[in-house]
């Protein structure tokens, strides 16, 4: 969850000078001349620690109306969780804005990329309009290089506070939605099959192995779903997203599971050689919707997520697009070179699988950053400071739009700053970096 005020209505001297302001610890980081709402006092810009929970929870308050104390305090129970990660800006030792960077790692193809989820980005109202959220982005930047996180990711209905820093909309908002009464029909979620008979019934303690690896079965070829930890599970569950989770057995053996929201399916995931238990557990929900008197079902996956085919053929509608009740996803790639070395197995696979024998080389220009990018087996590398014949200049927006698959290089050519030096530099870019579905879970999303 991301968010941002408007501008404070009386502010007589200008903004802050748009440097990234020095962030510290401890030591107090003055910025004279900068007049308040109110009164004058010093501004310090730092890390979170534990003795700041409290005031942080009271200005979210103030900021958001939410979240209420228990959800804020089970985020505190994150496996991955330091104090460390909310970014700060306090006037007179008073938390006047905040930044959360969650660390997680998410799915690129074969590789593993490490994540930054950005949330709660917010400022008191009277102290709006003074530059405290950007500046506490810009610090964001400086801290996810200096951790090793290769992208940042967040959600948000102000795409355009974003856009200026460098991020673009990435991701899209996949879901499907049919009436109750259309999904398949199976009498209180039992149906035969190969193997012994089918029952939906909710998940025990002892089976959280058999979701973890249905989990890691489905969105293995995913793009940005989440790599998730036995004990990230574990405090997933806890946080009670679901008001329940069904699992489809045949005997004792688990073969698919959905997180259940009232009429929404949060996330679900089944054996690809074990078809019939998607339509157990559909089974299942549809009799719970009817029998809770919800005239539709959501259900939210990934484009190519066998469970939107079914709804598809069930007279349903998949909806596939940036912006969902004016909330979209975002991306931003803080350091291109990283971020280019991180995926380079994966650019290899791709242009192994596209049957190129020979070099490819494809140079690309972010912003004010060079790179060329060298693909030759175990000779590949990332070389800055380089362009070559084949090369691409677009603005960091359109550059994170591209290489996340978001758009192909034929849609980011209409955007805004986009060069191509030839045809072949298109054709590369078409192997390198070509359409996918972005997803990430609404269980994660939720909380990264």
Partial sequence: MSSVGS???????????????????????????????????????????????????????????????????????????????????????????????????????????????????????????????????????ERSRATGAVVQALTTGMPQFYRPLGWGVCGRQTYGLTLSRNLPQVSDGVVEGKGGGWHVRPWRQVELGDLMRLYDVQYESTTGSVFRSEEYWRWLIGRRYAHVIWVACQGEAVRGYAFVKDHRVLETAFDPAHPQALRALLGRIRAEALERAYPEVIVHAPVDHPVLDVYRTTS???????????????????????????????????????????????????????????????????????????????????????????TGVDAAAAEENFSASTATALDAARILFPVQPIWRSPLDSATA
């Fill in 7 to 141: 501008s404070c209505s009386t502010v007589d001297s200008p903004r802050p000078p748009r440097r990234v302001p020095k962030m510290v610890d401890s030591m107090k980081a003055s910025t004279p001349g900068t007049r308040l709402p109110f009164r004058r006092g010093s501004v310090e810009y730092c890390l979170g620690t534990e003795a700041d929970h409290e005031a942080v929870y009271q200005t979210l308050l103030h900021v958001f109306h939410g979240p209420d104390r228990e959800a804020y305090l089970g985020a505190l129970n994150d496996p991955a969780y330091r104090p460390d990660q909310r970014l700060l800006v306090k006037v007179d030792g008073r938390v006047v804005s905040h930044v959360h960077l969650t660390e997680r790692e998410i799915r690129y193809g074969s590789v593993k990329l490490t994540m930054n989820g950005v949330m709660w980005v917010g400022t008191l109202p009277e102290y709006r309009g003074l530059g405290f959220a950007q500046n506490l982005m810009r610090l964001a930047d």
């Fill in 316 to 406: 349903g509608r998949v909806f596939d697009q940036d912006s969902v009740d004016g909330q979209v996803s975002m991306y931003h790639v803080p350091d291109v070179g990283r971020f280019l070395k991180a995926i380079l197995p994966e650019l290899n696979l791709r242009a192994s699988h596209a049957g190129i024998a020979s070099p490819l080389e494809l140079g690309v220009t972010a912003g004010d950053q060079r790179w060329l990018i060298h693909i030759e087996g175990k000779s590949s590398r990332v070389e800055p400071d380089k362009l070559s014949r084949r090369h691409l200049t677009l603005s960091p927006a359109s550059f994170v739009r591209l290489v996340m698959g978001h």
